[in-house]
């Protein structure tokens, strides 16, 4: 079965403007924590900006694109390290107003391996936070050109979902699209363990007390006496996201942890009238009554979202 529904066109967006062979040295501007003070988890995620004055990626850069950062330094094997990717989390007129300064909000990766006992830490997420200002970093891109805003943003609403570092993007593209006062409704469902481990909390709030059109939702999942994951507010919410589902305008974005979007979509199979479902997802009729059991390797085969869902998530 083919998606047939209608054709969205999307922003144009440059790529690998900078290739990993030949990367150029943006300087950090800042580099600050982005979750709350007194975390409970053992997670840290820092805004860090990054200049790239003089570089081929000043002002080539679009929320929902990715930057290539290169590690310095060799892996196990003796090989340098690879490049990671991390989603842009600044507007498209970067944190500078002119596209030169634009930001990143990264996570450390921090694991025990069972194998040889003792404590990981991620190469490339480390390194970049322990960035201080004027430190040089070599980078690339940008990446990823689907998971961006319609060429016409007025004519969509839209449903962000996202999951700890998946909001970076939605920081960018929140920016995009109030700033230029686009009256457009927008709904960002967020994600966290804990409370004080949601991204930009504060500023989110402020940005929704400011504009009527915005509303943000919080989902947190291990503490508090509504513990709910972010496809719950699906259900909770259904008085906000309902209609602007159910409106042919509604675009529905899903950004972070690489198995969150089963979860939406099973709340969408299960709660949204299959008139409004089939607009986001087509499911082949052997598996469609059969949701609790869908497995992420159906998405694509047997669950397959349409054009007006857009997705971007990692491990
Ligand atoms: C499109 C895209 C966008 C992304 N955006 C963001 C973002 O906005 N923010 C963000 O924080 N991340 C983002 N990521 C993830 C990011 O690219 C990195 O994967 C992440 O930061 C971990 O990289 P690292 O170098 O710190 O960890 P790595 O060193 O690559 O380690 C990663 C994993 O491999 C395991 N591992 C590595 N070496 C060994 C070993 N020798 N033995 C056993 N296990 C090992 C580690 O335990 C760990 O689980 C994105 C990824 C993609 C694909």
């Known amino acids: 079965m083919t998606d047939s529904s209608p054709h969205i066109?999307?922003?144009?967006?440059?790529?690998h403007v900078v290739r990993p062979a030949e990367p150029v040295t943006a300087t950090v501007v800042s580099n600050e924590l982005c979750t709350a003070a007194g975390?409970?988890?053992?997670?840290?995620?820092?805004?860090?900006?990054?200049?790239?004055?003089?570089?081929?990626?000043?002002?080539a850069c679009i929320p929902g694109q990715s930057l290539g950062v290169i590690?310095?330094?060799?892996?196990?094997?003796?090989?340098?390290h690879k490049l990671r990717l991390y989603s842009l989390a600044s507007p498209t007129r970067g944190e500078d107003g002119h596209g030169h300064v634009h930001s990143v909000t990264v996570k450390r990766m921090i694991d025990e391996h069972l194998v040889h006992p003792g404590l990981f830490l991620g190469v490339a997420s480390?390194?970049?936070?322990?960035?201080?200002?004027?430190?040089?970093?070599?980078?690339?891109?940008?990446?990823?050109?689907?998971?961006?805003?319609?060429?016409?943003?007025?004519?969509?609403?839209?449903?962000?979902?996202?999951?700890g570092t998946g909001v970076a993007p939605f920081r960018g593209m929140l920016i995009d699209l109030l700033e230029a006062g686009c009256t457009s409704k927008v709904v960002l469902v967020l994600g966290a363990a804990y409370a004080t481990d949601l991204l930009y909390h504060k500023w989110l709030e402020e940005l929704a007390a400011k504009h009527p059109n915005f509303a943000y939702i919080t989902a947190v999942s291990r503490e508090g006496a509504q513990r709910a994951y972010v496809q719950d507010r699906l259900r909770t919410h259904e008085g906000v996201l309902g209609p602007l589902l159910a409106s042919p305008r509604g675009l529905v974005y899903i950004c972070g942890i690489a198995g969150m979007e089963l979860g939406i979509?099973?709340?969408?199979?299960?709660?949204?009238?299959?008139?409004?479902?089939?607009q986001?997802?087509?499911?082949?009729?052997?598996?469609?009554?059969?949701?609790?059991?869908?497995?992420?390797?159906?998405?694509?085969?047997?669950?397959?979202p349409t054009r007006r869902v857009l997705m971007e998530v990692y491990a």
């Open 9 to 15: 066109l999307m922003r144009s967006a440059q790529m």
């Open 39 to 59: 975390r409970k988890s053992a997670g840290f995620t820092r805004h860090i900006a990054l200049d790239l004055t003089g570089t081929a990626l000043a002002g």
């Open 280 to 304: 986001y997802l087509r499911v082949d009729a052997e598996v469609a009554g059969d949701v609790d059991n869908w497995q992420r390797a159906m998405i694509h085969r047997q669950i397959r």
């Open 71 to 80: 590690p310095p330094g060799l892996d196990a094997q003796g090989r340098p």
């Open 126 to 163: 480390n390194y970049l936070c322990d960035r201080a200002p004027g430190d040089k970093v070599l980078v690339t891109g940008p990446s990823g050109k689907k998971f961006v805003l319609p060429q016409d943003v007025a004519a969509h609403d839209y449903v962000f979902f996202a999951t």
């Open 265 to 278: 979509f099973q709340h969408m199979a299960r709660g949204l009238p299959e008139q409004v479902r089939e």
